[in-house]
């Protein structure tokens, strides 16, 4: 069997004493000085919170470093990470809720919805079910003293994935924890538990817990509708505007991350986090090809979109690379790649020469064939989901240099000869470019998710 490796392999992260005279009493205790609040703190729900300009918003959470998802500043991140001066992830509440990723909203120039990732397997890791169920009470008992009152439970939602949730209501916010667990081979596995907040008069009674809200919603697009968002430039770029953004961080959810960006493109509402318990994500390697393309298939009819294997990516699709890599090789002298070789994929991929790789893959009719397929799909107002091999050319400043991974093609460009493709990675990665030649040579698939509704 051949060792097909996930398509994201992405590494991708005081007091003194002073004793008294008498020499038959103890010294007082040093008082200590009272723990500074974390800056993420001002997002906990209070009245301040939905006073925050972007500008005040970026000033107030410098330290965490926080990054726009969009040129019009209305989404932010807050990724991963752990205090220099800590060793800690941040902490909400008072300190007693860890945070892993915030994502943040903003409508009139202020914040207006707060997602607060409590737990998920992408960046903390897989813990044991008891370890959840202890930070979900946790997290109850936490959000209850600061919002003074004990919150009531909303039961369960059925969104992209099943979830339980607890509500709390105070004059300033309305908040809802909700946590998802997956059962795989008669056992319980976490997945996530997340902290949602908005202003309380901002939504009707409820609307908290609905799938508006918080949970997953159906795609709005029809196919017919896409069309309005593809540009065309003076320069001959075509390419689909109004692509939302998605930052996957430092987690190997490049395919989780991807499909959300095309879902919430289409009007529909999910996570990268729903998506990845729904495709089975490894916490730490990413999803494989064949368990995102079951994902889809699972959730398309759910989301009333439809999965296109444009290009799938397939033992013998891989097989006649090889094989046309090694006859290339043979007439330019480079080195062959060896069964034993091959049986790795990325070993294999790491040891091919770029250009002798090039030489066997764009050929005229294949070159013919990817950029059909790609202006076809840009034209209608469809990204292409993109799975390609990094690393094979030199690219700028990425994230992961090299390995699988998962983009989106979002246009093309006839007269320059190029494809204008998007990173889940944040700003800096909206629309980036790449001679058509070379894009081919690192596919390794093409797919397409579109509404089912004309």
């Known amino acids: 069997m051949l060792n097909f490796p996930p398509f994201c392999c992405f590494v991708l992260l005081l007091g003194s004493t002073c004793p008294g005279l008498a020499v038959d009493k103890k010294p007082p205790a040093a008082v200590q000085p009272a723990a500074a609040a974390d800056p993420i703190e001002i997002l906990a729900g209070s009245e301040q919170t939905w006073k925050l300009s972007p500008e005040e918003f970026m000033k107030a959470l410098r330290r965490c470093n926080p990054e726009w998802l969009d040129a019009g500043k209305s989404k932010a991140r807050i990724g991963y990470m752990k205090r220099q001066e800590t060793s800690k992830v941040p902490q909400l509440m008072e300190g007693k809720l860890p945070v892993y990723e915030t994502l943040v909203n903003f409508a009139d120039n202020k914040v207006n919805r707060v997602q607060v990732s409590v737990y998920n397997r992408g960046d903390a890791g897989d813990i044991a079910p008891d370890e959840y169920k202890r930070r979900i009470e946790s997290a109850k008992t936490a959000i209850s003293a600061v919002v003074g009152n004990p919150g009531a439970d909303r039961g369960k939602a059925a969104g992209a994935v099943l979830t339980k949730g607890w509500l709390w209501k105070n004059q300033t916010t309305q908040f809802l924890l909700e946590s998802s667990m997956k059962r795989l081979s008669g056992e319980d596995r976490p997945e996530f538990i997340r902290l949602v907040m908005v202003p309380a008069a901002s939504v009707p009674k409820a609307a908290l817990g609905a799938s508006v809200t918080t949970g997953a919603s159906a795609a709005t697009a029809t196919l017919a509708s896409l069309k309005v968002n593809v540009k065309k430039e003076a320069n001959g770029d075509i390419f689909i505007a109004n692509v ?211």
């Open 244 to 454: 939302p953004m998605v930052d996957q961080g430092q987690k190997g959810y490049c395919v989780v991350a991807t499909a959300e960006r095309v879902m919430r493109y289409y009007g529909a509402e999910v996570d990268q986090h729903e998506m990845a318990q729904m495709a089975d994500s490894s916490s730490g390697g990413g999803t494989s090809p064949e368990k995102m393309t079951e994902a889809l298939d699972r959730i398309d009819s759910k989301f009333k979109l439809k999965l296109k294997r444009l290009l799938p990516w397939t033992v013998r699709s891989y097989l006649d690379l090889i094989k046309d890599y090694n006859r290339a090789a043979r007439s330019t002298k480079a080195r062959e790649i060896s069964d034993d070789e091959a049986y790795s994929v990325a070993y294999a991929y790491q040891e091919m020469d770029p250009e002798t790789l090039k030489k066997a893959r764009a050929t005229r009719p294949a070159m013919d064939k990817f950029n059909k397929i790609i202006n076809g799909m840009i034209d209608t107002g469809v990204p292409v989901m993109w799975s390609v091999h990094l690393g094979l050319f030199k690219e700028g400043d990425l994230p992961q240099s090299g390995g699988g991974h998962m983009r989106l093609i979002i246009g093309y460009n006839d007269v320059t000869k190029e494809i204008l493709f998007s990173d889940s990675w944040g700003m800096g990665h909206e629309m980036k470019r790449m001679p058509a030649d070379e894009a081919w040579t690192i596919t390794s698939g093409l797919y397409g998710m579109e509404p089912k509704a004309k």
